[in-house]
């Protein structure tokens, strides 16, 4: 009598586990992904008051300023740098 509701539930198994969604696999710990990938990466950054382009690392640890105008371009929080 109960087999209608239990057909209809959608268990957390049924995802296809040689094709994840995106959204899924990068909610996932960096080294239990299908493949292993890091969280960070580099951007590129203008300056407000320059225009001036910087690389910045996502996972900053200091502050990063401008090279011309030394305007602060990030401040570095516990994981990401947070832009200003």
């Given at each position: 009598h109960s087999t209608n509701s239990s057909a209809v539930m959608?268990?957390?198994?049924?995802?296809d586990l040689?094709?994840?969604?995106?959204e899924f696999e990068k909610s996932k710990h960096k080294l239990k992904?299908?493949?292993q990938s890091p969280n960070s990466f580099f951007m590129d950054?203008?300056?407000?008051?320059?225009?001036?382009?910087?690389?910045v690392f996502s996972h900053s640890?200091?502050?990063?300023?401008?090279?011309?105008?030394s305007a602060v371009l990030c401040?570095?929080?516990?994981?990401r740098a947070r832009l200003t």
């Open positions: 959608v268990l957390a198994s049924d995802i040689l094709h994840p969604p995106a992904r299908l493949v950054v203008k300056c407000q008051g320059c225009f001036n382009i910087t690389t640890q200091t502050v990063v300023l401008c090279g011309s105008c401040q570095p929080t516990g994981g």
